[in-house]
């Protein structure tokens, strides 16, 4: 009995030491704005608190004149309390965001449609501005009966983080179902990256400063990671529609700790679950296996794109095994890539940014393969993650050829012309009072005019007081 005491303490002890630890690496930004738009309660999805945009005196809605609180009556069942709401805008209405934390912000959008019969929601067109960057230009892209959720990475150098939701002068109204506005660890976006082109690979500088959207993130050979395991709360898909060779390649799974490094990757920008998975090309032979992985992936063109890709050594049996080379878009990123050169140790993480061109063919690739340093009987080639982010074009927009300041300039001026076509149309109509009236009134006079040439002063009289009574009724 005594034993069983004893080890049931060490149990306890021991599951204590692994929550510290665990507890000890959870991320905990500075600035964390979690709102449920159109609700007045609080919500919780993954230990995630969710407050309404109108629960208290801090709201960081500008004003409610221009918005409707939109509720689902019949929401489908499992579908997160988020969603059960909406903020509708009639008119250009602003989220003000307090940043303490001053650097990259995580910002994202929630949106779900669902009708009423005083609102389609699936006929919204609208745009949203973050600061002075578009985000989405004419958004209505919302085909599916699943929620969507757009994402950015956001330089923000000020103390204020601004959230415009502009409707079209078509449909009249925007939406928002729940914003999320974070900031970014440190590591998250790096200062520099590679540019890679068919000429050569070059130094690409102030990354930083560029405004972000997440196109993809890939988990690649394992299943999909929910925002529940991920500290930053991000969701990575699995990389089954993207993966277009099969032939000469596996998939591994890793059920050892993986090695986080000062100055490495970290679970930030990468989580576990990402680096415990991956797929491989392995040699069986003495000879080394005359093939590429790759993926490709849809995107558009006219802009730049960040392609982050996750390694880690989970399949070498020791260092210094494993040699492969990296392309993008067909161009050599990266030869004779050794892992373990970099990290000096097995299972331990390594991420490489490289940005290309999208040109107007509409797709990017990703190819992994073996190099002229590559050894017979051992792994050739692995990739465990992909991400691919659109950079801000001149414009400062991810989404069309517009700028913010023109967005909210177009917006300003429609509403101008609408107020003008209703003054113009009151005037015409006083216009057409005044006309009328004065026809009546020379009507009334001509008929007085005709008055008997020998009728008494009395009648004459008696007729205009009762005339000045007619018009003084009419006036009242």
């Known amino acids: 009995m005594e034993f069983v005491h004893k080890s049931l303490i060490s149990c306890f002890l021991l599951l204590s030491l692994f929550t510290l630890s665990v507890l000890s690496h959870l ?13 007045t309660v609080e919500t ?13 005196y801090n709201t960081p809605l500008s004003s409610s004149a221009r918005s409707i609180s939109f509720r689902n009556e019949n929401p489908v069942p499992g579908l997160p309390p988020i969603y059960h709401t909406a903020r509708i805008f009639t008119g250009p209405t602003k989220y003000v965001f307090d940043i303490r934390d001053k650097g990259t912000q995580m910002v994202r959008l929630h949106f779900y449609r669902f009708n009423s019969p005083k609102f389609q929601l699936s006929d919204a067109e609208f745009n949203v501005l973050v600061n002075e960057y578009v985000v989405l230009s004419n958004f209505s892209r919302l085909s599916t009966d699943n929620p969507r959720i757009v994402e950015y990475l956001i330089r923000v150098d000020t103390e204020k983080l601004v959230i415009w939701f502009v409707p079209n002068k078509n449909s009249k109204f925007a939406f928002v179902n729940a914003i999320e506005v974070i900031s970014a660890p440190k590591d998250l976006v790096p200062d520099t990256a590679q540019y890679v082109s068919s000429q050569n690979v070059e ?23 929910t925002p529940f395991n991920d500290s930053l709360w991000r969701t990575w898909i699995p990389d089954d529609e993207f993966f277009k060779s099969n032939a000469g390649s596996e998939r591994l799974y890793f059920g050892g700790r993986i090695k986080y490094q000062v100055g490495g990757a970290s679970r930030e920008v990468g ?21 590429n992985m790759t993926w490709v992936f849809p995107i ?11 390694f880690c050594d989970i399949a070498s049996i020791s260092l210094g095994l494993l040699y492969f080379n990296v392309y993008v ?15 000096g140790s097995l299972a331990s993480p390594f991420y490489a940014d490289f940005v290309v061109d999208g040109d107007m063919t509409g797709i990017l690739s990703v190819d992994i393969g073996p190099s002229k340093s590559s050894i017979p009987y051992v792994v050739d080639g692995i990739l465990n993650g992909i991400e691919v982010m659109k950079l801000n074009n001149s414009y400062n927009s991810l989404d069309g050829e517009i700028s913010a300041d023109m967005v909210l300039k177009c917006s300003s001026k429609g509403n101008t012309g609408v107020l003008f076509t209703y003054v113009a149309a009151v005037c015409i109509l006083l216009s057409i009072s005044m006309i009328i009236r004065r026809r009546m009134m020379g009507t009334r006079d001509s008929v007085w005019s005709r008055l008997p040439v020998n009728a008494s002063d009395d009648n004459i009289k008696m007729g205009n007081i009762q005339s000045a009574s007619k018009i003084n009724y009419q006036q009242v």
């Open 329 to 343: 878009n067909g161009n050599l990123a990266y030869k004779n890539l050794d892992l373990t050169y970099i990290t």
């Open 27 to 39: 991320f905990s930004p500075i600035d964390n704005y979690l709102v449920d738009c159109g609700s």
């Open 44 to 56: 919780t999805i993954d230990n995630r608190r969710f407050v309404g945009d109108l629960s208290s």
């Open 203 to 225: 130094k690409f500088d102030v990354l930083s400063k560029q405004a972000l959207e997440i196109v993809f993130r890939v988990n690649v050979g394992g299943p999909k990671v």
């Open 271 to 291: 989580p576990d679950n990402v680096y415990n998975s991956a797929r491989l090309i392995r040699s069986n032979n003495d000879s080394i296996p005359n093939v």
């Open 300 to 310: 558009i063109g006219g802009y730049k794109y960040l392609v982050r890709m996750h």
